[in-house]
Nanobody
Framework: QVQLVESGGGLVQTGDSLTLSCAAS????????MAWFRQAPGREREFVAA???????TYFADSVKGRSGISRDYDNSMYLDMNSLRPEDTAVYYC????????????????????WGQGTQVSVSS
């Protein structure tokens, strides 16, 4: 039973910080790329950040670059640190993972990730 479970979402105000967590179970994900995507109502799912297998590389969307951090533990947990939050950050945030051959170009493509969590809501008020 492969499972990804997000947590840490909630209601915050503009300028606040928040840390999202993703707990993976059912298999070892250390050799899997992992990423965060988000989806606001009426919007398509968009890439937020990624951390590749063994934490070798990190990537960020322009919308969060400079105010977010991504990290992972060796026990299958992954984290997204969000700072200077804005109302535009309001969305359901999803944890995703992918295995297979190493790929340095498709980390921001949702279709590349076969494993997904159920999502955690982040709401940023003005």
């Amino acid at each position: 039973q492969v499972q990804l479970v997000e947590s840490g979402g909630g209601l915050v105000q503009t300028g606040d910080s928040l840390t999202l967590s993703c707990a993976a179970s059912g298999r070892t994900f250390s050799d899997y790329d992992m990423a965060w995507f988000r989806q606001a109502p009426g919007r398509e799912r968009e890439f937020v950040a990624a951390i590749t297998r063994f934490g070798r590389n990190t990537y960020f969307a322009d919308s969060v670059k400079g105010r977010s951090g991504i990290s992972r533990d060796y026990d299958n947990s992954m984290y997204l640190d969000m700072n200077s939050l804005r109302p535009e950050d309001t969305a359901v945030y999803y944890c995703a993972a992918r295995g297979g051959p190493e790929n340095f170009y498709s980390f921001a493509i949702a279709e590349e990730y076969p494993y997904w969590g159920q999502g955690t809501q982040v709401s940023v008020s003005s």
